[in-house]
C-alpha cells in the first residue's frame, strides 16, 4: 500500500514538474528547476508541520516532493553552466536554488499553524 501512495505522489509530481518546465523560459539560466525546487521546498516544509497522517505524508512528502523537486538537474546545469565558462551563472544557480530552497521551506515552517 505504502509503495502505491509513493507512487501516486510520484506521478502527480513528475507530470506537474513536466508542465513546469514548459510553461518557465530556461533558456539563459535554468529558471524551471529553481521554480520546482522552490515550490518543491515549501510544499514539503507545509506537510512536515502541517500534516500528521502518515498515508499523506508519504504521498506529498516522498512522492510528490521527490519526483517535482530535482537537485539531480539543478547539480547537472550547475556543472554544464560551469563547463561552459559561465562560472558566474554556475555559481548564481547554486547559491540561488540553495538559498531560494531554505526560505522556501523556512517560510512554510513559519506559516502554517
Known sequence: ??????????????????????LVD????????????ALGSFVLGAVTVGVSDADALLI???????AF???SSFS????????RGEKRT???NAVGNLVVS???????WQLVP
Open 1 to 22: 500500500m505504502e509503495v502505491l501512495l509513493v507512487s501516486i505522489g510520484g506521478a502527480a509530481g513528475a507530470t506537474l514538474r513536466y508542465l513546469v518546465g514548459q
Open 26 to 37: 530556461g533558456t539563459s539560466f535554468p529558471w524551471a528547476t529553481l521554480v520546482v525546487n
Open 60 to 66: 506529498v512528502s516522498v512522492g510528490f516532493c521527490g
Open 69 to 71: 523537486t530535482t537537485f
Open 76 to 83: 547537472f546545469q550547475t556543472v554544464s553552466l560551469w563547463d
Open 90 to 92: 554556475a555559481v548564481l
Open 102 to 108: 531554505l526560505v522556501a521551506f523556512a517560510a512554510a
